[in-house]
């Protein structure tokens, strides 16, 4: 018995030896299959492409112990079976097919930017998805225009560096961002994001030797200083002193000479309070002392600089300085309302203006004697909208009535309840409408003259019944 299990023992083991030895040999890999675009499941084809479309051959991940592979993708295919578990593979002609569920597929081939993917360790359960670098032969994950991360079978980069295949200018392939090189006299640049530009400085050689040309000038290296240590060469300007838009207000000395760079080029600084500097050392906006200033209240500053620090108020022809805050455009006037003269009292958006709403209208138009209010888009003003107003803040008088709240004292709505145009009617005004007349009778506005007139008689006889019962009681008592 016991001879028995140590047979079927080292039987079993022998087997599990061969099936890991094949599997081994064969190692984490892709294999090739058939696969298809269409598979209509359950159905008994007559010919081969009835049931499924034109064959595909590519690869699929086989499950294998250790190894590596990599592949790209050939998109989501379909793997199909007979019905009697049989694959149906080569014709198919009188088989009943079923589908597997589509599936991602990969080729052998890859193409710059293609999907790729690598697997490996026992059962291909470690893996890396990225973009195919053909030029390089890895797998490569992107951060904007940089790899992050490349793996290719038995290798890997963790450097962080421009890559084409992530979008990146070819000459700025596998280059680290902000990286400057000479090509004779080209000097080339790759910028932060990736992005590239280069300058022949072809032109810029002096003649005389130990003379370097900078910003225009042939200058001579002093003693115990060079030059060079300005990172400029000879025929090539290295990216560390190139001047854009990045690198503006840098400083560099070469020589005896001191440069600072305007957003565009290199300028040579006169003195240590060049208005250039002056404007590099404003923490905000900076404007042009030679341009005229009207100050507004509050404290006054200098003139050319309107910082985030400062509490200056001052205006000029390209924009207004509030309390350290720069807006640009014409037309301004004011930070606050004390800036803004009587007839115009409120600073709107820098503006001075008459109102901000209809309270701060008072009176009524001469002519239209409709009630002043305020011309503005805010829902506190009652002027119409454009295109009948203009929203320029200031108080107009209403083009029509709708109540006798609107209209002067002692004066009444024409509304058009009674065939009214909205205007405003003095106190007394006869209106005949609908066969009725109506008068205006301020405050209570305009009324029907017959109901008034019955209302008023019976008022009289109200008052001569009052006069007659008090007669009566006196003549009771004293008679």
Same mark, same amino acid.
């Given at each position: 018995?016991?001879?028995?299990?140590?047979?079927?023992?080292?039987?079993?083991?022998?087997?599990?030896?061969?099936?890991?030895?094949?599997?081994?040999?064969?190692?984490?890999?892709?294999?090739?299959?058939?696969?298809?675009?269409?598979?209509?499941?359950?159905?008994?084809?007559?010919?081969?492409?009835?049931?499924?479309?034109?064959?595909?051959?590519?690869?699929?991940?086989?499950?294998?112990?250790?190894?590596?592979?990599?592949?790209?993708?050939?998109?989501?295919?379909?793997?199909?079976?007979?019905?009697?578990?049989?694959?149906?593979?080569?014709?198919?002609?009188?088989?009943?097919?079923?589908?597997?569920?589509?599936?991602?597929?990969?080729?052998?081939?890859?193409?710059?930017?293609?999907?790729?993917?690598?697997?490996?360790?026992?059962?291909?359960?470690?893996?890396?998805?990225?973009?195919?670098?053909?030029?390089?032969?890895?797998?490569?994950?992107?951060?904007?225009?940089?790899?992050?991360?490349?793996?290719?079978?038995?290798?890997?980069?963790?450097?962080?560096?421009?890559?084409?295949?992530?979008?990146?200018?070819?000459?700025?392939?596998?280059?680290?961002?902000?990286?400057?090189?000479?090509?004779?006299?080209?000097?080339?640049?790759?910028?932060?994001?990736?992005?590239?530009?280069?300058?022949?400085?072809?032109?810029?050689?002096?003649?005389?030797?130990?003379?370097?040309?900078?910003?225009?000038?042939?200058?001579?290296?002093?003693?115990?200083?060079?030059?060079?240590?300005?990172?400029?060469?000879?025929?090539?300007?290295?990216?560390?002193?190139?001047?854009?838009?990045?690198?503006?207000?840098?400083?560099?000395?070469?020589?005896?000479?001191?440069?600072?760079?305007?957003?565009?080029?290199?300028?040579?600084?006169?003195?240590?309070?060049?208005?250039?500097?002056?404007?590099?050392?404003?923490?905000?906006?900076?404007?042009?002392?030679?341009?005229?200033?009207?100050?507004?209240?509050?404290?006054?500053?200098?003139?050319?600089?309107?910082?985030?620090?400062?509490?200056?108020?001052?205006?000029?022809?390209?924009?207004?300085?509030?309390?350290?805050?720069?807006?640009?455009?014409?037309?301004?006037?004011?930070?606050?309302?004390?800036?803004?003269?009587?007839?115009?009292?409120?600073?709107?958006?820098?503006?001075?203006?008459?109102?901000?709403?209809?309270?701060?209208?008072?009176?009524?138009?001469?002519? $239209?004697?409709?009630?002043?209010?305020?011309?503005?888009?805010?829902?506190?003003?009652?002027?119409?909208?454009?295109?009948?107003?203009?929203?320029?803040? $200031?108080?107009?008088?209403?083009?029509?009535?709708?109540?006798?709240?609107?209209?002067?004292?002692?004066?009444?709505?024409?509304?058009?309840?009674?065939?009214?145009?909205?205007?405003?009617?003095?106190?007394?005004?006869?209106?005949?409408?609908?066969?009725?007349?109506?008068?205006?009778?301020?405050?209570?506005?305009?009324?029907? $003259?017959? $109901?008034?007139?019955?209302?008023?008689?019976?008022?009289?006889?109200?008052?001569?019944?009052?006069?007659?019962?008090?007669?009566?009681?006196?003549?009771?008592?004293?008679?």
């Amino acid at each position: 018995m016991v001879h028995k299990k140590l047979l079927e023992l080292l039987v079993n083991l022998a087997i599990a030896f061969l099936v890991l030895t094949v599997s081994i040999s064969e190692s984490c890999h892709l294999s090739q299959g058939t696969f298809y675009n269409r598979c209509l499941s359950g159905r008994n084809c007559t010919s081969g492409i009835d049931c499924v479309s034109e064959p595909v051959v590519v690869y699929d991940w086989m499950w294998d112990l250790g190894g590596c592979d990599l592949g790209c993708a050939a998109g989501q295919l379909y793997d199909v079976y007979d019905a009697n578990s049989v694959q149906c593979t080569g014709s198919i002609y009188g088989k009943t097919c079923q589908c597997y569920v589509k599936e991602a597929k990969w080729k052998k081939s890859c193409s710059n930017k293609d999907i790729c993917k690598l697997r490996w360790n026992p059962l291909c359960d470690g893996e890396f998805e990225g973009k195919w670098d053909a030029s390089e032969g890895k797998c490569v994950k992107c951060s904007g225009k940089k790899q992050v991360e490349a793996h290719a079978c038995g290798y890997e980069d963790h450097n962080v560096k421009c890559e084409s295949a992530c979008g990146a200018a070819n000459k700025c392939d596998e280059k680290a961002p902000e990286t400057g090189w000479c090509e004779g006299s080209v000097a080339n640049i790759c910028y932060s994001d990736c992005s590239y530009s280069s300058r022949d400085c072809s032109k810029d050689l002096c003649d005389e030797p130990g003379v370097l040309w900078i910003n225009g000038e042939c200058i001579a290296d002093t003693p115990g200083f060079s030059c060079a240590d300005c990172k400029i060469e000879k025929g090539c300007v290295y990216y560390g002193v190139w001047c854009d838009s990045d690198s503006k207000c840098d400083e560099k000395s070469c020589g005896e000479s001191n440069y600072i760079c305007d957003g565009n080029d290199w300028v040579k600084m006169k003195t240590d309070d060049d208005y250039l500097r002056l404007q590099c050392e404003c923490h905000g906006h900076y404007w042009d002392s030679r341009v005229s200033v009207r100050y507004l209240s509050g404290n006054k500053g200098s003139a050319h600089c309107c910082g985030d620090d400062s509490q200056e108020r001052w205006v000029t022809r390209a924009g207004i300085c509030c309390d350290g805050k720069w807006k640009s455009g014409s037309g301004y006037e004011c930070c606050t309302n004390a800036d803004c003269p009587s007839d115009r009292p409120y600073c709107v958006d820098n503006k001075c203006v008459e109102c901000r709403n209809d309270d701060d209208c008072s009176g009524y138009d001469p002519n $239209t004697h409709t009630k002043l209010v305020c011309d503005c888009p805010s829902g506190s003003c009652s002027f119409p909208a454009p295109p009948k107003g203009s929203d320029d803040y $200031t108080c107009k008088p209403l083009p029509s009535c709708s109540s006798n709240e609107q209209c002067e004292p002692n004066w009444c709505c024409y509304t058009s309840e009674i065939g009214g145009d909205g205007t405003c009617k003095q106190q007394g005004t006869i209106i005949n409408y609908g066969g009725k007349s109506y008068f205006c009778d301020p405050p209570v506005g305009f009324v029907n $003259t017959e $109901t008034s007139i019955i209302a008023s008689e019976e008022g009289k006889i109200k008052s001569r019944n009052l006069i007659d019962l008090f007669l009566d009681f006196f003549f009771k008592v004293f008679s």
